[in-house]
Antibody, heavy 115, light 107 residues
């Protein structure tokens, strides 16, 4: 059974950093592109980042480019999102998803950016 | 960036109704279009991929279609468990973009 479990969320002050993790199981992690998608409270979905199977290629929207970094450790079947210079508008639930058509999603982790 | 214009934003409907939600792409995305269902407090669930293909485990009352740059999700006979938010997503090119969402609710 495919499982994606996010962790690392919480309350953080504006301008600070936070790193999210996603533990994958039930499939060969190294064979799949992976992604992060977020959802601000009561708002729609926003794609945040995608990483290739080897980690050599990464993709971001302008809203997070230069502040967020997606990475992976295939040996640990883990995906990460390093978030720097956080802003209040980054407050959201962050989902880890398999970027193979976004066919599997984690349960999400909440990140609140507030002083 | 490719814009996905989703309509309607809210759709009141009755059980047994046939309902359709539409997304219009601002540029050619071919069939790189997916539909997701999201219930309150839950993660999104893939419903349709490749514009017209039913994802695994999705009831056959759901279907996807394409007419030019317009993509539609249709539920042939609405059931109570279908009340949810629905989103389209284009994955033709980065940045991937979602539609703004449609809230399907009981009339």
């Amino acid at each position: 059974e495919v499982q994606l479990v996010e962790s690392g969320g919480g309350l953080v002050q504006p301008g600070r950093s936070l790193k999210l993790s996603c533990a994958a199981s039930g499939f060969t992690f190294s064979n799949y592109y992976m992604a992060w998608v977020r959802q601000a409270p009561k708002k729609g979905l926003e794609w945040v980042a995608t990483i290739s199977t080897s980690g050599s290629r990464t993709y971001y929207p302008d809203s997070v480019k230069g502040r967020f970094t997606i990475s992976r450790d295939n040996a640990k079947s883990s995906l990460y999102l390093q978030m720097n210079s956080l802003k209040s508008e980054d407050t959201a639930t962050y989902y880890c998803a398999r970027d193979h058509g976004f066919d599997y999603w984690g349960q999400g982790v909440m990140v609140t950016v507030s002083s | 960036d490719i814009q996905m214009t989703q309509s309607p934003s809210s759709l009141p409907a009755s059980l047994g109704d046939r309902v359709t939600i539409t997304c219009r792409a601002s540029q050619d995305i071919g069939n790189y279009l997916r539909w997701f269902q999201q219930k309150p407090g839950k993660s999104p669930r893939l419903m349709i991929y490749g514009a017209t293909n039913l994802a695994a485990g999705v009831p056959s009352r759901f279907s996807g279609s394409r007419s030019g740059s317009d993509y539609s999700l249709t539920i042939s006979s609405l059931e109570s468990e279908d009340m949810a938010d629905y989103y389209c997503l284009q994955s033709k090119e980065s940045p991937y973009t979602f539609g703004a969402g449609t809230k399907l609710e009981l009339k």
